[in-house]
């Protein structure tokens, strides 16, 4: 069970939905830590080294524009192990390293995306996502931030952007309800871990909250 692994003490994941305004979150973050004196390790996911960027092309690709797959589906199942493999990989290169040398890790997403996009929202058991987690990745974020959106306004800050929505973000809003109560139920099962965050906000008030999240969360751990 994800309860069960470790919360790692420098290690920080930004999870919401589409448009949730998470590059705003991650500049705050950064600023805060950095401010403090500390190393930061700014990463993604999928993604965050050469093969995981190369596995995150494969699972955002629409079709469309992929010579010869268009007509291939990518299976929930595929699409869980490629998270994964993308993550196991990005954990060993990236994460730990980071971590052992005493560096705090920001990550925009980690396992909790797993849950909520391939659990709740493809419907995929969440115990083979535990086990996944415990076996490849072994630790939780010490703090996890959820910027909590309206799936509708998330969506209209983003239409217009990409030319081609990804694979992912062609999905119908249903499955990004999904999603969002996925997420909702995380941060209300571990309230220690998650600091949730009214993404609704203008951008200026997001990044306020979010370095009050982050500050308290380090005050917190002075005190323990
Ligand atoms: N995924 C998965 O399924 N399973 C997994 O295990 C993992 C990931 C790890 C790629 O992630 C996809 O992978 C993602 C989940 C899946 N699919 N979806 N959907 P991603 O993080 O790269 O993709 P994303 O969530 O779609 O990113 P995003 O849409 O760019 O969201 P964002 O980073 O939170 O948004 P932003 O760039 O900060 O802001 C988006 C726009 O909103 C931009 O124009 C801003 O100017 C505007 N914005 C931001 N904040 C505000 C506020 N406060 N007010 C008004 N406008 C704002």
Do not use: C, N
């Not at 291939?72 to 994964?84: A, R």
């Not at 954990?91 to 797993?114: H, I, K, M, N, W």
């Not at 415990?134 to 239409?159: C, I, Q």
Request: aromatic share 6%; net charge negative; charged share 25%.
């Amino acid at each position: 069970m994800s309860g069960m692994l470790p919360m790692h003490p420098r290690l920080v994941s930004l999870e919401g939905g589409e448009g949730a305004g998470k590059s705003t979150a991650l500049a705050a973050v950064r600023e805060l830590l950095a401010a403090r004196g500390h190393e930061v390790v700014l990463t993604r996911e999928p993604g965050g080294t050469p093969l995981a960027e190369r596995i995150r092309g494969l699972l955002l690709d629409p079709g469309e524009r992929t010579q010869g797959a268009a007509a291939e589906p990518l299976h929930p199942e595929t699409e869980l192990l490629l998270m994964f493999a993308a993550r196991a990989q990005h954990v060993a290169q990236v994460v730990r390293p980071a971590l052992e040398r005493g560096a705090y890790v920001v990550s925009d997403r980690f396992t909790d995306s797993s849950y909520a996009y391939q659990g709740a929202g493809r419907g995929l058991d969440p115990q083979w996502i535990a086990d996944l987690e415990r076996r490849t990745v072994g630790l939780r974020p010490g703090l996890t931030l959820l910027l909590d959106l309206d799936v509708r306004e998330g969506r209209a800050r983003t239409s217009g952007r990409d030319l081609w929505p990804d694979r992912i973000e062609s999905e119908q809003d249903d499955f990004f309800e999904r999603v969002r109560r996925g997420f909702r139920q995380r941060a209300a099962a571990e309230p220690e871990r998650f600091a949730v965050i009214d993404a609704a906000q203008p951008p200026q008030a997001v990044g306020r909250d979010v370095a009050a999240a982050v500050a308290a969360w380090l005050d917190r751990q002075v005190q323990a």
